[in-house]
């Protein structure tokens, strides 16, 4: 693909910007692979409760539920401004983790001062952070109350404590801001936790508080709820450790950030690779005008981050989307563009289609890869790590790559626009059809894509689950279902636009399936990796097995088809045996 010599400096920058990348990586991957201690709490108040229920003392519960493996109480808002003398007690000697949760009601309902009630969380023993309970956190409304604890957060970088899955919390960001962004994913307690739930909250988002919720995922009924109890804190315990996870103080990640350097090295590759898919799109631009556009921006950009013209957030963002449309579709343009040149010569032999199949498939996932591994490196900074902060160009990365890739099918459908009337001639009932189903399949594509995907169905949920205890970690169905065999058998759909340009948008969604893998930050790298590997394995499998099954139904391919001068089609000799019950 792509082998004018005149293109080779943009490949070198885009070969030196993946060596910063790994630089940028090998500086933040130590850290998610040291930071593997996990805290199981559960809050006072829920075991006082237990307590009354089963008619025995709370610190008696307390006691039980340490030995079972819990190594937190939380305390919410009283409890944690004027807590128990036993429980503080207790707690020093016995080394039981405190974890204060306060909520803005408990000064604005109980007229609490605010300083005090602050002091009072953060001194209290065996408590290394901070969490809010609410919409809102501690402070919201009272702007010199957040100033306050905004700058005790600067001086002291005590970690905070963020729940998934809560949605916003008003005031957060301004704290987070103050501190660094040095905080510690809390996972709560929902009605719909699962065994299996609790340990992916720790695995693939990089939850390292496990908040159990008796009375919204236990078995709270009379007679029960300590053996209820011990068995989830139990079994949660069993899981941690048999994964290679330890019992204690959770604590925040180093601070990692993208400094000048590394944002302009990684903004180079990045405008590098949009320069070779202009020169794959447009092969007739002059060079120069692509390296001055290449250079131009990346000064625009280095401008924007030196001066702050751009909040520097933003301006990592944009970068990444920009590397989310550019690498696939730079990778399935120039395969359309190399697949386009059999269908002005002989037809190879399936050995050749084969192999073009395979180093294809290669090259492509190799291009996408490497513009995740760009992607995720510029965004290696505190504030996407623990999830503050999300990448919000999910939506566009997944639809603008499969637009373009579309387009620039059409494109070579027309050669290049100048037999339209072809176009005209292959606009079939099936085409309408396979275009039905392609808009409708995108659309429940889009809707599924994201950070937060739709629900989905109970075979879904137990085929994942079987995939999760057999690889470690599970593949997308995207990339291993049908992107890598839609990916295979495109070299044998060469001359046949309708299958192909199906084929090509279920290989595209793969490629970019494999993109936004790596843009769920808070899943820690090497996961992300290895869950794109077995997508590779099972997904070869599969395509080997399609490509199989579709040779033998093809009996040969088509003969080159010829256009006369008039721009009509004349009918073709050679015909495809099957091709019209399997369409």
Request: proline share 4%.
């Amino acid at each position: 693909m792509m082998k004018q010599l005149r293109y080779i400096p943009l490949w070198i920058v885009l070969a030196a910007s993946l060596v910063m990348a790994g630089r940028q990586l090998a500086i933040r991957i130590p850290f998610e692979e040291a930071n593997q201690a996990v805290e199981i709490a559960l809050e006072y108040g829920d075991l006082e409760k237990i307590a009354e229920s089963c008619q025995m003392g709370t610190m008696q519960l307390v006691a039980q539920a340490q030995d079972w493996g819990m190594t937190t109480l939380v305390l919410l808002d009283e409890d944690a401004v004027e807590p128990n003398a036993e429980l503080l007690a207790y707690a020093k000697a016995h080394d039981l983790l405190l974890l204060p949760q306060l909520s803005n009601a408990v000064m604005t309902n109980d007229n609490t001062d605010a300083s005090a009630a602050l002091y009072a969380a953060l001194m209290l023993p065996n408590s290394s952070k901070l969490f809010f309970s609410g919409y809102e956190v501690f402070g919201w409304g009272d702007d010199s109350t957040m100033q306050s604890v905004a700058q005790v957060l600067s001086l002291t970088g005590y970690p905070l404590g963020i729940v998934e899955f809560l949605g916003e919390q008003k005031g957060l960001d301004y704290y987070l801001a103050a501190n660094s962004f040095q905080a510690v994913r809390i996972h709560p307690g929902y009605h719909y936790d699962t065994r299996e739930e609790l340990l992916l909250a720790v695995t693939d988002r990089s939850v390292r508080v496990l908040f159990l919720k008796p009375f919204k995922h236990m078995d709270m009924t009379v007679g029960n709820e300590l053996t209820s109890l011990r068995q989830w804190i139990g079994q949660t315990k069993t899981d941690l450790l048999e994964n290679g996870y330890t019992l204690g103080k959770a604590v925040s990640l180093p601070p990692v950030s993208v400094e000048f350097q590394p944002f302009l090295y990684l903004s180079a590759g990045i405008l590098a690779a949009a320069a070779l898919l202009f020169a794959t799109w447009l092969p007739r631009v002059p060079e120069t005008l692509l390296y001055a556009f290449a250079l131009s921006a990346l000064l625009l950009a280095s401008l924007c981050y030196s001066y702050l013209w751009v909040p520097g957030y933003l301006l990592l963002e944009g970068m990444a989307l920009l590397a989310a449309i550019v690498f696939p579709t730079l990778g399935l343009t120039a395969y359309q563009k190399f697949l386009e040149q059999w269908q002005n010569g002989s037809p190879p032999s399936r050995t050749a289609q084969l192999k073009t199949a395979l180093v294809g498939m290669l090259a492509v996932t190799a291009l996408t890869l490497s513009g995740a591994v760009l992607g995720n490196a510029i965004l290696s900074d505190n504030a996407y790590l623990v999830a503050a902060r999300s990448f919000r160009g999910v939506k566009l990365a997944y639809l603008l790559p499969l637009i373009l890739i579309a387009a620039y099918w059409l494109w070579q459908l027309t050669e290049h626009g100048r037999q339209l009337s072809r176009l005209k001639k292959r606009v079939t009932w099936k085409t309408l059809v396979i275009g039905v189903f392609a808009i409708a399949g995108i659309g429940f594509y889009i809707v599924r894509s994201g950070n937060e995907t739709g629900a989905a169905s109970g075979f879904e949920l137990a085929l994942r689950q079987v995939l999760e205890r057999f690889f470690g970690v599970r593949p997308r169905f995207k990339e291993f279902l049908t992107g890598y065999p839609a990916l295979l058998i495109l070299p044998l759909l060469a001359w046949q636009p309708d299958l192909s340009f199906l084929a090509l948008l279920l290989a595209a969604a793969g490629q970019v399936s494999i993109f936004n893998t790596y843009m769920h930050l808070h899943t820690p790298f090497l996961l992300s990796l290895q869950r794109t590997g077995w997508g590779l394995v099972l997904g070869s499998v599969l395509g080997l097995i399609a490509f199989a099954a579709l040779t033998w139904i093809i009996a040969k391919p088509p003969q080159k088809e010829k256009i006369n001068q008039s721009g009509t089609e004349p009918e073709t000799n050679a015909t495809v045996k099957g091709t019209d019950q399997h369409a």
